[in-house]
């Protein structure tokens, strides 16, 4: 007697979505793939215009600063404002971090930065008067020391050619080499901020420049 076969019961449980891939990822603190990020970055510019339209109607795209159509745009790190702070702390007395801001801002979507007239870098950073180019290179060399910058001589000076170095690979360097003393709340704030950026693989980057200089390493910071 033939049986009738039993049918399945159907698989209620959702497949994964990208979207709770993301999600996922995203909570246990690993890097997004390209595309993930590239969809990200798409889904969070989709809400935002649509809560521009809904928030701020009456307000005209004219008087809005707009990157894909305005001139004179540079691509920053997320995590600036917090390694700015960082800088401040560790420089207490002669802060740096607007100094630093404004070498982002000259950046031209590259990390090496020209500097063919030092005046101006210095009044951008809000330093005026006679002394201001000196109290800038101060600045400077502050920078240079906590290895958020590198610098070679040029016809300007000593800080003529200036590389950025990545900040949030600065910054878990120096959690890691423990000789500069971060506060642990703005370190807690960087790391928050770097899950929710998505950028994980800078921490991962920064675990294995640390793990090859090694501990008895000069300055993993200066390699």
């Known amino acids: 007697m033939a049986t009738t076969p039993r049918k399945r019961a159907p698989n209620l449980k959702a497949k994964p979505t990208a979207k709770t891939n993301e999600k996922k990822l995203v909570a246990e603190g690993k890097p997004l793939t390209d595309k993930q990020n590239t969809a990200r970055k798409n889904g ?89 180019v000196d109290t800038w290179r101060r600045r400077m060399k502050r920078l240079k020391e906590l290895g958020f910058i590198r610098a070679k001589k040029g016809v300007s000076g000593e800080f003529h050619y200036i590389l950025l170095m990545n900040p949030n690979i600065v910054i878990e360097l120096m959690k890691r080499e423990e000789s500069n003393n971060i506060q642990e709340e703005l370190y807690l704030k960087f790391r928050d901020r770097i899950m929710d950026i998505g950028a994980r693989g800078d921490i991962e980057a920064a675990a294995r420049i640390f793990e090859t200089k090694g501990k008895d390493a000069a300055s993993p910071l200066a390699g």
């Open 44 to 132: 969070m510019a989709e809400r935002a215009a649509e809560q521009l339209k809904a928030y701020f109607p009456e307000v005209p795209t004219e008087r809005l600063w707009i990157r894909q159509k305005n001139k004179g745009f540079s691509t920053i790190p997320r995590t600036l404002p917090i390694a700015m702070e960082v800088i401040d702390n560790l420089s207490k007395g002669q802060p740096a971090g607007h100094a630093y801001f404004g070498l982002w801002c000259r950046a031209p979507d590259s990390p090496l930065v020209v500097i063919q007239n030092p005046l101006i870098f210095a009044s951008e950073a809000g330093f005026s008067g006679e002394r201001a």
